[in-house]
């Protein structure tokens, strides 16, 4: 079955940088998408960033535009998240999740890892 597995979160200062990685298995898709979010408790899951496989197109959310990259490693099977300049307001749980389509809304995804945690620190 699908699976993935998020890592890479932990403790970092204002304005450090962190990398979240999504190993995937468990599917053959030609096209699909792979997208980052991310939740604090309290608040529903949102968006941060989203990687079209097939094509290769990258979305972002406005608040982490130019701070984060989305990449992957197609021989690792490997999704990773390049956080830069982060801050105090990026604090949450990260998770990964995969879906048919590249958006950035929780309901196109349907497959989750368990999700590591962000803690950005003033």
């Known amino acids: 079955q699908v699976q993935l597995v998020e890592s890479g979160g932990g403790l970092v200062q204002s304005g450090g940088s962190l990398r979240l990685s999504c190993e995937t298995s468990g599917f053959t898709y030609d096209y699909y998408a792979i997208a980052w979010f991310r939740q604090v408790p309290g608040k529903q899951r949102e968006g941060v960033s989203c990687?079209?496989?097939?094509?290769?197109?990258?979305y972002y959310a406005n608040s982490v535009e130019g701070r984060f990259a989305i990449s992957r490693d197609a021989a690792k099977n490997t999704v990773y998240l390049q956080m830069n300049d982060l801050m105090p307001e990026d604090t949450a749980v990260y998770y990964c999740g995969l879906g048919p389509m590249a958006t950035l809304r929780t309901r196109d995804f349907d497959s989750w890892g368990q999700g590591t945690q962000v803690t950005v620190s003033s």
């Open positions: 990687l079209s496989v097939g094509d290769e197109k990258t």
